[in-house]
């Protein structure tokens, strides 16, 4: 049982392996795309078009879309348990999971007629939305301080500016905007004034928009958008034109959550890789794995994951109850990267010089869940959050 926020109701979190079907329908699609698979992506640094197609036509990307609209109507927390799966099996989600996240943003503040025209399309796969362009190069989680220009020109709104750390803007066929509609100086509230735009990408590259590739440590085919005086049709506007922060903020719960989910399938997998190997591996006449010097911290990073997966169950559960979770989908982000942190330095070290072997995997995913300490918001900001918000201090930025 979860605290609930208020003395009137309860929300249920549920223990042991949920959603057994998906978990392992997921399982099966993934086996089809083992490391070999995500090992020669990476070396030819393209996007896993295979992967994603697979995981569309099984309907998993569109496991939020409402049954109307072609989707399987499901909660969060069924999405939360397909990540979890993708990375828990040794694959990596971020081509195709910010379909996910986005998506609340599009079916809760998008009108009718956008819903109906996208959200089929989305559902079978012809379209993606795949592209979040929100954080830019001089303000990143300043969110209120972009610099990005939507200015309304009778028929049309023309888009000025750049985003960056855009990912797969290259294989997005939407994009989720946020730009400032009024200027800053104009708001009662600096929060006032942000729309958020369904921008159709295809109309808009090289018709005032244009990406730039940028190369990363891993594999996350993200890039860098500006905007040229991009006209975009009036009707891109999702909502009410100048609340677009707050229809970010729905999906900035939703990311961190389903980011929260990913991080807890690196440290499945890594927990498992470890503890496999640490129990086959023998040196001086023993298993390594015998060794508390070797077991422990796999042992410790296993306590730490199942523990920050509870609190990740009770943001899932309260956000379904469209109940207030800033405080839980921060904590599940903060906990369960951390977790995975751990449970891969534990996993690289059992490995030795093998875990910097490439055919073993454990490098890549190494690589790949140090990112969640970063992104999509760092550890401090949601340290910063907690104190400010949770615990009453002073705000400290």
Not at 59 to 86: D, K, M, N, Q, T
Not at 365 to 380: D, G
Request: overall charge neutral; hydrophobic content about 40%.
């Amino acid at each position: 049982m979860y605290p609930p926020t208020d003395s009137t109701s309860e929300v249920l979190v549920s223990i042991g392996e949920d959603f057994p079907d998906i978990r392992g329908a997921v399982r099966r699609i993934c086996a089809a795309f083992p490391g070999s698979y995500w090992r020669d992506v990476e070396a030819r640094e393209a996007y896993p078009s295979e992967f994603v197609k697979a995981l569309t036509d099984a309907g998993y990307l569109a496991v939020l879309i409402p049954e109307s609209f072609g989707g399987a109507g499901l909660p969060l927390r069924a999405a939360s348990v397909v990540l979890e799966e993708i990375h828990a099996s040794g694959g990596n989600a971020g081509a195709c999971h910010a379909q996910m996240y986005t998506m609340g943003t599009l079916l809760r503040y998008g009108s009718e007629a956008q819903k109906m025209t996208f959200l089929p399309r989305i559902a079978s796969g012809e379209l993606r939305l795949q592209a979040f362009g929100v954080t830019e190069p001089t303000t990143g989680s300043d969110t209120t301080k972009l610099k990005t220009q939507a200015v309304r020109d009778g028929d049309h709104y023309v888009v000025n500016g750049q985003k960056v750390w855009t990912s797969r803007a290259l294989y997005s066929d939407l994009m989720l905007l946020l730009a400032r509609t009024t200027p800053i100086d104009r708001v009662a509230k600096k929060t006032d004034g942000l729309s958020a735009f369904l921008v159709d990408m295809r109309e808009a590259l090289n018709a005032g928009m244009t990406i730039r590739p940028i190369k990363t440590m891993v594999n996350h085919n993200t890039t860098e958008v500006f905007f040229n005086n991009l006209r975009i049709p009036a009707d891109s506007l999702l909502g009410t034109e100048g609340k677009g922060f707050r229809y970010i903020l729905d999906g900035m719960n939703a990311e961190r959550i389903l980011v929260a989910s990913e991080s807890l399938g690196d440290g499945r997998w890594f927990i498992r890789t470890a503890a496999a190997y640490a129990t086959q591996r023998t040196v001086f006449g023993r298993p390594i794995g015998q060794n508390q010097g070797v077991q422990f911290p796999i042992a410790r990073a296993y306590a730490e994951l199942q523990a920050a997966e509870m609190v990740l169950r009770g943001a899932c559960a309260l956000f379904d109850a469209a109940r207030p979770c800033g405080e839980e989908a921060n904590l599940a982000k903060l906990l369960t990267a951390e977790a995975a942190w751990h449970a891969g330095e534990a996993c690289l070290q059992t490995h030795g010089g093998f875990g910097y072997a490439r055919e073993y995997d454990v490098e890549r995913k190494w690589r790949e869940t140090r990112l969640y300490q970063i992104a999509p918001i760092s550890t401090n900001l949601i340290l910063a959050y907690l104190g400010e918000h949770v615990l009453g201090m002073p705000r400290s930025y």
